[in-house]
């Protein structure tokens, strides 16, 4: 499973942004979907994540601002960002926990490999 981001990029303060994460492959079922940023010289941030049946959860900074949605027809998961500050710039990473169903089932994560926000003030 591979997954490939983009919708990254330069955004005034309070602008928006919708990000896509696609996943490719054959054979797989995805479970959760989630969203990281990456700040450099900061810890890895956890900003929105989505199971396969639709439950949301987001990290205090982004809630009412950040919306993460799925189409499980297409493989791809969204970041919807909206009132965006200074402080959301960052690398933002998806991820996904998949299982694989073949002669043998196998489970494991794929990241993509992350797309630029950033935020002028």
């Known amino acids: 499973v591979q997954l490939q981001a983009s919708g990254g990029g330069l955004v005034q303060r309070g602008g928006s942004l919708r990000l896509s994460c696609a996943a490719s492959g054959s054979g797989f079922r995805l479970d959760t979907m989630n969203w990281h940023r990456q700040v450099p010289g900061k810890q890895r941030e956890l900003v929105a994540g989505?199971?396969?049946?639709?439950?949301?959860t987001y990290a205090d900074s982004v809630k009412g601002r950040f919306t993460v949605f799925r189409d499980n027809a297409k493989n791809t998961v969204y970041l919807q960002m909206t009132s965006l500050k200074p402080e959301d710039t960052a690398v933002y990473l998806c991820?996904?926990?998949?299982?694989?169903?073949?002669?043998?089932?196998?489970?494991?994560?794929?990241w993509g490999q992350g797309t630029q926000v950033t935020v002028s003030s």
């Open positions: 991820e996904t926990d998949y299982i694989i169903y073949g002669d043998t089932i196998v489970a494991g994560r794929a």
């Open positions: 989505i199971t396969s049946g639709g439950s949301t």
